[in-house]
């Protein structure tokens, strides 16, 4: 039973890996085959709505990015050229394959105070980026690992 389930998962794990490389691994020309604008609207609109972006899918963003030498020999990089006037190189490039891979994130806003008088309605979940929502991350993984350990103990011993 168990090498079934893993042969499952690596047919999954080479199809999905097999997706992505139609996406990021560059022909001849140096492009990759797939863009995200080759997808069918169909599908984007299945997509969370942080990685759609306004009306579908988003056009890619062109940046220029400047690389120089300090004196004592180290690179630097940075959206405008040196200051001091370095010989600098640019290169302009596409956001596309970042936007991709990684979603823009929103900070988490203040909630306002609650006062005394006013009940509140159910206690929210801590913030992935607070301490409280840490902690709460590593204990979830932690309960699952021990959930997964205690079947496949049970699996065993059958």
Do not use: C
Not at 123 to 145: V, W
Request: glycine residues 6%; hydrophobic residues 35%.
């Amino acid at each position: 039973m168990r090498s079934h389930i893993r042969t499952l998962f690596a047919i999954m794990l080479l199809l999905a890996a097999t997706v992505a490389s139609l996406f990021f691994l560059p022909l001849h020309n140096g492009k990759p085959l797939l863009t995200r604008h080759d997808i069918p609207p169909a599908i984007i609109a299945l997509l969370p709505e942080q990685w759609r972006g306004p009306n579908g899918a988003t056009a890619p963003e062109m940046v220029t990015v400047y690389r120089w030498r300090d004196r004592e020999g180290g690179w630097h990089y940075g959206s405008a050229p040196p200051a001091d006037g370095s010989a600098y190189e640019s290169r302009t490039v596409s956001t596309e394959a970042n936007a991709a891979l990684f979603p823009p994130l929103t900070p988490p806003t203040e909630q306002p105070k609650a006062s005394a008088a006013a009940p509140t309605a159910q206690p929210t979940a801590p913030s992935p980026y607070s301490a409280e929502g840490l902690r709460k991350l590593f204990d979830d993984a932690h309960n699952i690992r021990d959930r997964h350990q205690q079947r496949r103990d049970a699996q065993d011993g059958q």
